[in-house]
């Protein structure tokens, strides 16, 4: 229902005031804004009121029977203060904002508060009770039958703390994070991946919708087509970045969710302001286009996994419940503090899990190319960037090839998830490289072929490391023989140059200068060389059956891959050579390709 109500509403919306809406605020912005506002405001009376303590129980009531005259007369006085508020040059979009935010912001203190302390409190009157019957190990609680009464002193402290923990968590930014990113309207870095039915969804939705197309005359959805044109969305200069989406679908989301919570409230009906506050704005998005051809899989898949979640912890919460009453009856104080100690290693554990999911989310934002005019400035942000990839390469090579020598799967598997990560990198690198090179004028051709030739490199070194990972982990995780020890030496030999190479690549591409290109030239060719020998000593290893099969393939593969890994990172060095350095560095050009 939020979902569908979100994207209607934001449809409508967006049919009316087109993504230029600034000119035409003038116009009817004030109704729009009124009608928003008389939405927003019965959501605050009725949401607050069932439970305020300061109102009255008979203007409760009165306001609940009372409802339409009451939205009538909220929508008259809103209509008029901000039209005066225009007049005045106030952005009504920012006040309807505002006011929704704060709408609800209450409503979530509402619930969550609720959440965060009724159980302490009903633990605390339970204790109470039974220790002022002289029996409480034989007292049973029917106190908790009736309305446990609040006492306001430990509900104020549960607020501060609640206000403190969203202030300080990052848990709480990773949650407003992840509703931002699913709605955001410019293409970017997606969080989730692609799964089947996400991509099911997405291919009937596209089926329907070229269904429908049929039954739409062809003014009509030209005109739709004008109306919803995002080419017309422009930022405002003001602004140091990108916003997500913009006042008007903000001030939506703020409606549309006071509205559904505020009906569902007044209807007794069960529901989460958390779920359906996110449901809206997938359902806004969703409307303005935001979820292209490009990003909808991803998407979809990040609304099912949210969605996925709420049912998997309310299965999680009956289970563990039963699970713990169970070792409590049976196991007395013991169960308690073993409980106890079960649930700070869980917390514990679930901190150091976040904390690793947000270095690498920190880790993306460093790839992520800020808002920059210059082309040249853009080439040297991306020289940056794979810096600090191809150091992350280097380090994982250099540990995953370590594992393989002593045959620890459990660190090859540690290596072998980062490429994931790497990919990812990757990709965000190569969407910059296509965002840089609209930058660049037509007197710029030259640049513009050298920067996209990085993007084959680029992917070439995050699909060595995948190879070379990957074939030694399958190869120590199904038990097969470890190498030979005269192996290990020769390929630790290779690892020391391959490590040098990628080092004093990623050092240069750092500095934004080509210093050492004659020292990594020299050290892949005695890298080549090496691997020539190599070859000759394993020919005879498996002439003789000293080396089996999948040994022989894991050494050749080892080899080959910091071959192709040592070529393409020189090739990224000559290219930003050319780039930064001109006609200085032509002693550099050497076949690589």
């Not at 073993?338 to 999911?357: D, E």
């Not at 990839?389 to 393989?404: P, V």
């Amino acid at each position: 229902v939020a979902f569908i109500f979100g994207a209607v509403v934001q449809f409508l919306s967006r049919l009316l005031f087109t993504f230029d809406y600034v000119k035409r605020l003038s116009r009817y912005g004030a109704l729009w804004g009124g009608l928003a506002l008389a939405f927003i405001t019965y959501f605050i009376l009725i949401k607050g009121a069932g439970g305020a303590t300061f109102i009255p129980p008979e203007s409760a009531a009165w306001m609940k029977n009372n409802a339409p005259e009451l939205i009538a007369w909220i929508f008259a006085g809103s209509a008029a203060l901000l039209q005066v508020l225009h007049l005045f040059r106030v952005n009504i979009l920012k006040t309807i904002v505002l006011v929704g935010t704060f709408s609800l912001a209450m409503a979530f203190a509402a619930n969550d508060l609720v959440n965060f302390i009724g159980v302490p409190m009903a633990g605390l009157h339970a204790y109470t009770f039974a220790e002022a019957t002289g029996s409480p190990l034989t007292t049973t609680m029917e106190a908790l039958g009736s309305k446990v009464p609040t006492q306001n002193i430990l509900l104020l402290l549960a607020g501060v703390i609640m206000v403190m923990t969203l202030w300080i968590s990052k848990k709480a930014r990773t949650v407003i994070d992840t509703t931002v990113n699913l709605g955001q309207q410019h293409e970017d870095a997606e969080e989730f991946e692609s799964a089947y039915i996400s991509r099911a969804i997405v291919r009937i939705m596209l089926r329907f919708f070229h269904f429908i197309r049929f039954f739409v005359p062809s003014p009509v959805r030209r005109w739709v087509a004008g109306r919803m044109d995002t080419r017309k969305y422009t930022v405002d200069p003001g602004l140091d970045r990108r916003p997500s989406f913009d006042l008007l679908r903000a001030s939506v989301n703020m409606m549309v969710a006071s509205a559904v919570i505020s009906y569902a409230t007044s209807q007794k009906l069960p529901l989460s302001t958390t779920y359906v506050t996110f449901m809206v704005a997938m359902g806004t998005s969703f409307a303005d286009l935001a979820w292209g051809r490009e990003s909808a899989v991803y998407r979809v898949t990040g609304v099912l996994t949210v969605i996925i979640g709420w049912f998997v912890t309310a299965l999680f919460a009956f289970t563990l419940s039963g699970l713990m009453a169970v070792a409590i009856f049976y196991g007395g104080a013991y169960g308690v503090v073993g409980l106890v100690g079960l649930a700070g290693l869980i917390v514990w554990k679930n901190h150091a899990k976040h904390s690793a999911r947000s270095k690498h989310k920190e880790m993306d934002e460093v790839f992520n190319l800020k808002k920059v005019t210059d082309p040249g400035e853009t080439i040297s942000t991306s020289s940056r960037h794979m810096s600090i990839l191809l150091r992350e390469i280097r380090l994982s090579l250099d540990a995953a090839l370590d594992a393989l020598f002593v045959q620890n799967v459990d660190w090859l598997n540690v290596e072998k998830k980062k490429n994931r990560t790497f990919q990812r990198w990757a990709n965000i690198i190569i969407a910059n490289v296509f965002k840089s090179m609209r930058l660049l004028q037509k007197d710029h051709v030259v640049f513009s072929h050298r920067y996209g030739q990085t993007i084959r490199r680029v992917q070439k070194l995050v699909d060595g490391h995948r190879d070379l990972v990957g074939r030694a982990y399958s190869h120590i995780s199904n038990h097969h023989k470890g190498l030979l020890d005269v192996q290990v030496r020769e390929l630790k030999e290779v690892k020391g140059l391959l490590n040098g190479i990628l080092l004093g690549v990623e050092t240069d591409l750092a500095k934004n200068e080509v210093v050492n290109h004659s020292a990594a030239i020299e050290k892949d060719c005695e890298l080549r060389d090496l691997a020539e020998r190599l070859n000759k000593v394993q020919i005879g290893r498996i002439q003789n059956e000293a080396s089996k099969t999948r040994l022989s393939i894991l050494y050749y593969d080892i080899v080959g891959n910091a071959m192709m890994l040592s070529k393409q990172s020189l090739k990224l060095m000559e290219i930003f050579a050319e780039t930064f350095g001109g006609d200085k560095n032509k002693q550099m050009d050497f076949d690589l390709d």
